[in-house]
């Protein structure tokens, strides 16, 4: 059974910095790895899916790379800003088509 | 705008009610989910219907009854709920289940609580 984490579960930063979320999986046969976006209250936004032949995407100010061997994702978010605060949620996508949630990072840029 | 929409946005109700999320998709695809998003936990996948037809069911207690009338449209009947079944409840869609780049499109959710 497919079993996602994320570390940090928190975070707090100043505004300006560039930051890594992590995200570890337990199952390396995936169709995809997606990363999404929540702010409080609300449903999710997806932000970066990597397909499993895939290294990396990059949307702005966001990359987010793949390796599948090691079981890990990267979200890197340059010259974060008050906006990017929020709770990001990775996924992976397996045979089952079912995806397979972490609990996320809540993210807190400070202005 | 995320083109998913739910029904209601905030939900109380007691252990004796009878109550319906609704889920409508305005994108036109053929594959609705519904998820639970419990405090501290991750998203638990529910049910996944494709093409009105049911293909997911994770052990989802039979107090929860989806329907899928049609392929933009997702219900999620309530009944007899227990106070740990309080928690927001997300309905997603794609295009299809099968394409291995399809992302899922996520309403806002209803918050459920059960006195």
């Known amino acids: 059974k497919q079993e996602v984490t994320q570390i940090p579960a928190a975070l707090s930063v100043p505004e300006g910095e560039n930051l890594v979320l992590n995200c570890s999986f337990t199952d390396s046969a995936i169709y995809n790895l997606q990363w999404f976006r929540q702010d409080p209250g609300k449903g999710l936004t997806s932000l970066l899916l990597?397909?499993?032949?895939?290294r990396e995407q990059t949307s702005g100010r966001l990359n987010a790379s793949l390796d599948k061997s090691s079981g890990r994702s990267t979200l890197y978010i340059a010259a974060s800003q008050p906006g990017d605060s929020a709770t990001y949620l990775c996924a992976a996508s397996g045979s089952a088509r079912q995806l397979t949630f972490g609990s996320g990072t809540q993210l807190t840029v400070l202005p | 705008e995320t083109g998913v929409t739910q029904t209601p946005r905030h939900l109380v109700m007691g252990m004796t009610n009878k109550k319906s999320l609704k889920c409508e998709q305005h994108?036109?695809?053929?594959?609705m989910y519904w998820y639970k998003q419990s405090a501290k936990k991750p998203l638990e996948l529910m049910f996944v219907y494709s093409l009105e037809e049911r293909v997911e069911n994770n052990s989802v207690p039979s107090r929860f009854s989806p329907e899928c009338p049609n392929s933009s449209h997702l219900f999620l009947h309530l009944h007899t709920l227990q106070p740990e079944d309080s928690a927001l409840y997300l309905c997603?869609?794609?295009?299809?289940?099968?394409?291995?780049?399809?992302?899922?499109?996520f309403g806002p959710g209803t918050r459920l609580t059960v006195l």
């Open positions: 990597i397909q499993s032949s895939q």
């Open positions: 997603a869609s794609s295009q299809d289940l099968t394409d291995r780049a399809d992302t899922q499109y």
């Open positions: 994108l036109g695809h053929n594959a």
